[in-house]
């Protein structure tokens, strides 16, 4: 079955520097998602992407924050400045079509991002 | 918009116990509820979706889940839980047209 593929595993960088994480979805998946866990707390709504433009975007997703689709098959999350909390697992997800109330999300495995 | 909630944290039972977890939702519109599983070190996985129709909703590995209306509750069962079934399950439901909102989530801890 395919799968939505996450890289790094595990990403510790320090506090400030810039982290760009990366996913390849589901090759005939059209929209895209990210989703955040902090340690011990719900999962997150971050942003979704279709058409190589957000479609939505919570508060948590500033102008730290940005998405992009560089090629045909990845799709990254780029945090320009990162502070301790952002600390968490960040889930990438995509589903067929529009709509989340009716097209299940597929997620991966998730990148751990460490701030020190 | 919908959103749930979910009040069991944490519970743990023995192999073969009948497993119960609770989630309720706020009314918005039309109503779709996910229940998603995580297994430890796993990645989110779908175990079953409810978007209308039969309210007794069947999912993958012997789950299930009902939906009643008059209590705004979709809770989660499986008859008789195994070693395996230990993971975090969340209940969710869409707000907004692409995200999903999800529960705090409920740890299951089964013991053999």
């Known amino acids: 079955e395919p799968e939505v593929t996450q890289t790094p595993s595990h990403q510790v960088t320090q506090m400030g520097q810039e982290v760009i994480l990366r996913c390849v979805p589901i090759?005939?998946?059209?929209?895209f998602y990210w989703y955040r866990q902090i340690l011990g707390q719900k999962v997150e709504f971050l942003v979704s992407?279709?058409?190589?433009?957000?479609?939505?975007k919570s508060e948590i997703f500033d102008d730290q924050f940005s998405v992009e689709r560089p090629d045909g098959s990845n799709f990254t999350l780029k945090i320009r400045s990162t502070k301790l909390e952002d600390s968490a697992m960040y889930f990438c997800?995509?589903?067929?079509?529009?709509?989340?109330?009716?097209?299940?999300?597929?997620f991966g495995d998730g990148t751990r991002l460490s701030i020190l | 918009a919908q959103s749930v909630s979910q009040h069991n944290h944490h519970v743990i039972l023995s192999e073969a116990a009948s497993l119960e977890l609770g989630c309720n939702y706020s009314?918005?519109?039309?109503?779709?509820l996910f229940w998603y599983v995580q297994y430890p070190g796993q990645h989110l996985q779908l175990l079953l979706k409810y978007f209308s129709g039969d309210p007794l909703v069947k999912g993958i590995k012997g789950f299930e889940a009902e939906f009643i209306k008059s209590k705004f509750s979709f809770n989660l069962r499986k008859p008789s839980v195994q070693w395996s079934d230990t993971a975090e399950y969340f209940c969710?439901?869409?707000?907004?047209?692409?995200?999903?909102?999800f529960g705090t989530g409920t740890r299951l801890t089964v013991i053999p």
């Open positions: 090759s005939n998946h059209l929209y």
């Open positions: 009314y918005g519109g039309t109503v779709n």
């Open positions: 997800a995509s589903s067929e079509a529009v709509g989340a109330g009716n097209q299940p999300q597929h």
């Open positions: 992407f279709y058409n190589n433009e957000i479609s939505e």
């Open positions: 969710a439901a869409p707000t907004g047209a692409n995200n999903l909102f």
